[in-house]
């Protein structure tokens, strides 16, 4: 999990790369004369962008029959809601799971806080991990005072009865000093009086990955590790000139090796002798960098991490000669197939939510939508041609005008376009009537017009 987030940002396992080479015995030994470069290609973040993207880039969309229910669910998902559920995809793609807590803020307003997948430990009722009997959150939190600045774990204990807190301090649990207990929810009587409630479920609900919880990473790794090392090989050997590698030398004149490439690396020139009738010279054993080899591997790992990843290549082949709309799908087949596997575990972790938000609106009165339906829908952001679905749908005259609007690229609300199309041919209707109405002057009566 920790390792998906710092792949994520960059942090690869090639920063720690050392040169190595075969001293003695056989034992390889570590060389800091020699270039290391430390090249990273982040294809891993490129895939998590696009996957987070392709599935949550545009707004989801709430359906209900009932429309008080559909306003009210339409405050509480906004802007920022939507924002947050993009970075618990993120989370959920680069830890496997992704937590969202659902509470109270000091004003009373419903407030959702999202929680990485390293710092929860499930306490799960099922072996299939559908449901939460409780759970353990462990994070770190920096202590000050005047002296020295100490960092102590902070655990948090979440189960029916509220949030228990604690510290674990020079390996001693102990109770948070400043709040070691909480209610999930506290209410404030007429009388002035608070009293204490909780949630009949635990209010963390979880957002997978995929049902086994196995981070995208594991899947690329070694990929992306090997991208990073031929980039950082071939920089490194294409700086290895004669100054830096290895030599054959002819009758010397010297016998220190390090004066030598010392004397080399400042004046750049060699001092020989002739011995014997012997000339001396200067040789180098260089190994040719190919170019093109490179490239062929570097591009069969990127194909690989791509297909591994489950992502797409925008600069697919098949978008060049001919980018109709079967290419475009055939493209997207392996990330519409894993964004599936996703929304089907999201959509259940939104039933799970929406018990949590039915209950606010029961007991804030804004209303009892229990058993009423509704539908989350993902928007997915596909590359499409548009011409040609556009095309599509006009041909389609057996269907009707909602169907075919619904399966418009430019359409994004249906209920607002239909709506626009019966104003306009109401205005086209009164325009039309207006022109053959007879004219009528300030008596009433009808004015010929020549």
Known sequence: MIDGERYYEGKHDILHVKRTVIGEGGVLTEVDNLPNHHVIDNQYAKM??????????????????????????????????????????????NEGISYLYVGYDEEGHLKFTKLKGHEVVPLWKDSDHTELDGAIRFYPTVIENRH?????????????????????????????????????????????????????????????????????????????????????????????????????????????????????????????????????????LQVEVNAENYKIILELFKKALIENAMGFDAKDDRLAGNPNQMNIQSMYSDIDLDANDIETGFQASFEQLLWFINCHFSNTGIGNFENEDVEVIFNRDMLMNESEIIDNVNKSTDLSLETRLANHPWIDDVDDELEKIEKQKDEEMNSYINAFQPKTNSDGDDVDEE
Not at 185 to 202: A, F, R
Request: negative net charge.
């Open 148 to 284: 020295e600045k100490r960092i102590v774990e902070k655990i948090e204990v979440y189960n029916t009865d509220g949030v228990y807190r604690m510290t674990l301090d020079d390996g001693r649990l102990i109770a948070d000093e400043t709040n070691p207990y909480e209610p999930y929810i506290t209410v404030s009587n007429d009388d002035g009086s608070e009293e204490c409630l909780n949630w009949v479920n635990i209010p963390i609900i979880p957002f997978k990955y995929n049902s086994k919880e196995i981070p995208l990473l594991k899947k690329v790794k070694s990929l992306q590790d090997g991208i990073n090392q031929i980039l950082s090989t071939f920089q490194n050997n294409m700086e290895e000139d004669s100054r830096n590698t290895i030599l054959v030398l002819v009758n010397y004149d010297g016998q220190n090796l390090g004066e030598f490439r010392r004397n080399l690396a400042q004046y750049g020139a060699v001092k020989v002798r002739s011995r014997d009738g012997n000339s001396g010279d200067v040789k180098s």
């Open 48 to 93: 998590v962008n696009q996957k987070k993207n392709y599935l949550l880039g545009q707004p989801f969309v709430i359906q209900s029959d009932n429309e008080a229910y559909s306003k009210a669910l339409n405050e509480v998902f906004n802007k920022r809601f939507m924002r947050m559920m993009k970075n618990i995809l993120e989370d959920s793609l």
